[in-house]
């Protein structure tokens, strides 16, 4: 596992420009530390018998039914249930208002 070191945090939140407190550091180089951990105990595991995964829904079919066009309901019927409308329009308020 790589050594991690206050000097490596402070580098690291240099380069990457992100303002941190002493305390703050501290911090981040003890999670950091559980990371590598963490995956030092994932190399570990024994994976010679175990076939890659490069996808894991490979196996799934799509379930969606079909896009199959049906009767549409009259404008009038939809425009006489809108609150506003506009020239077979159904009239919304504004979302971009002028200023601003």
Do not use: W
């Amino acid at each position: 596992m790589p050594q991690l070191h206050k000097e490596t945090i402070s580098k690291l939140t240099k380069l990457s420009r992100i303002d941190c407190s002493e305390e703050e550091q501290e911090k981040l180089l003890a999670d950091l530390k559980r990371i590598l951990n963490y995956i030092d105990q994932l190399q570990e595991i024994n994976t010679d018998n175990v076939t890659p995964c490069d996808h894991v829904l490979a196996d799934m079919l799509n379930v969606m039914r079909e896009d199959v066009v049906g009767p549409t309901m009259p404008r009038e019927t939809f425009l006489n249930n809108a609150p506003s409308h506009v020239g077979g329009l159904i009239r919304v308020p504004p979302v971009l208002k002028n200023g601003t």
